[in-house]
């Protein structure tokens, strides 16, 4: 749990399993407030795992305080970017990585989450009844479903699900989406890589969130879950609680979640995943 005068002070619960078809584990995680993120290395590419490992390697140092401005986020991602792509040749070079996840933010005394993606890891928000997917994918089919070629039902059974538009490393130079939304007392974060959410569906989720109090045993039973519908890829679930959040008596903030910065034209992304879109086609 963080200290009580954080502007959000949080209970977090974590795990995370190689599931039953990969031999290596290649995500990694930081959750340790006011950092919740997960980083998913893509093993399309050699040394997935490293890629990642060095991205969250990247955020530790800034572990343990009250709060991160979006400066901090965004200098660690820069940081992550050039440590990925430094990789060398049998240790990593060539390896990309998703990151999506959550930190805790101070807007003017007042306690927000400041989220960030790049990738098809996701984070999810349950508040007040109201369970939301906060990141947008970076995939071939979210662009499909966004462009009205392709049914959001029909994305989750699609052949190019795991084909990512955006990555860090990998060839990629593309930034990260942000959004910046105000914490409410009983909010819930989801952070998941796609092994999870590929195995579970909306409402899959929904329910083990609502059903299990405690976040540690939610992301236990989460990924135990996702082992028993096939664990065909690694599994990581990182749940959030805000316990007590910091506001002030006369807030009139909106509670939709605002984009911190436009996204960057899919267009002039190089692709990355498990498998690149390049390669998926037939050439890299």
């Known amino acids: 749990m963080t200290h009580p005068t954080a502007p959000i002070a949080v209970a977090c619960g974590a795990a995370t399993d190689a599931g039953l078809r990969r031999r290596i584990?290649?995500?990694?995680?930081?959750?340790?407030?006011?950092?919740?993120?997960?980083?998913?290395?893509?093993?399309?590419?050699?040394?997935?795992e490293i890629a990642s490992a060095a991205v969250i390697g990247e955020?530790?140092?800034l572990a343990g305080r009250e709060?991160?401005?979006?400066?901090?986020?965004?200098?660690?991602?820069?940081?992550?970017?050039?440590r990925v792509a430094m990789l060398p040749p049998g240790a990593g070079a060539g390896a990309g990585t998703t990151l999506a996840g959550v930190?805790?933010?101070?807007?003017?005394?007042?306690?927000?989450?400041?989220?960030?993606?790049?990738?098809?890891?996701?984070t999810y928000r349950l508040s007040e009844g109201r369970f939301e997917q906060v990141s947008v994918d970076h995939s071939v089919v979210q662009e499909l479903v966004d462009s009205g070629q392709l049914a959001a039902d029909a994305a989750e059974r699609d052949s190019r699900r795991n084909v990512i538009t955006r990555a860090i490393g990998a060839g990629?130079?593309?930034?990260?989406?942000?959004?910046?939304f105000p914490a409410e007392e009983g909010d819930r974060i989801?952070?998941?890589?796609?092994?999870?959410?590929?195995?579970?569906?909306r409402d899959a989720l929904h329910a083990i969130l609502l059903t299990e109090t405690d976040p540690q045993a939610a992301a236990t039973r989460l990924v135990h879950e996702a082992m028993v519908r096939g664990g065909r890829d690694n599994i990581t679930a990182l749940v959030v609680d805000a316990l007590a959040v910091r506001t002030r008596a006369n807030r009139t903030w909106e509670r939709d979640t605002v984009p911190v910065s436009?996204?960057?034209?899919?267009?002039?992304?190089?692709?990355?995943?498990?498998?690149?879109?390049?390669?998926?086609?037939?050439?890299?």
């Not at 960057?264 to 050439?283: F, K, N, Q, S």
Request: aromatic share 8%; glycine share 12%.
């Open 262 to 284: 436009a996204p960057a034209d899919p267009a002039a992304d190089i692709d990355g995943d498990t498998l690149p879109r390049a390669v998926a086609t037939g050439g890299f």
């Open 172 to 180: 990629s130079d593309s930034e990260p989406d942000y959004w910046l």
């Open 25 to 48: 584990n290649e995500d990694a995680y930081i959750a340790a407030a006011p950092l919740f993120l997960v980083a998913d290395g893509m093993g399309g590419h050699n040394a997935g």
């Open 59 to 61: 955020f530790a140092p």
């Open 67 to 82: 709060s991160l401005t979006i400066d901090e986020v965004q200098t660690a991602v820069t940081a992550s970017r050039r």
């Open 103 to 122: 930190v805790i933010a101070d807007v003017d005394g007042e306690g927000y989450w400041l989220a960030i993606n790049v990738g098809d890891s996701r």
């Open 190 to 201: 989801l952070v998941c890589s796609d092994g999870l959410s590929g195995e579970l569906d």
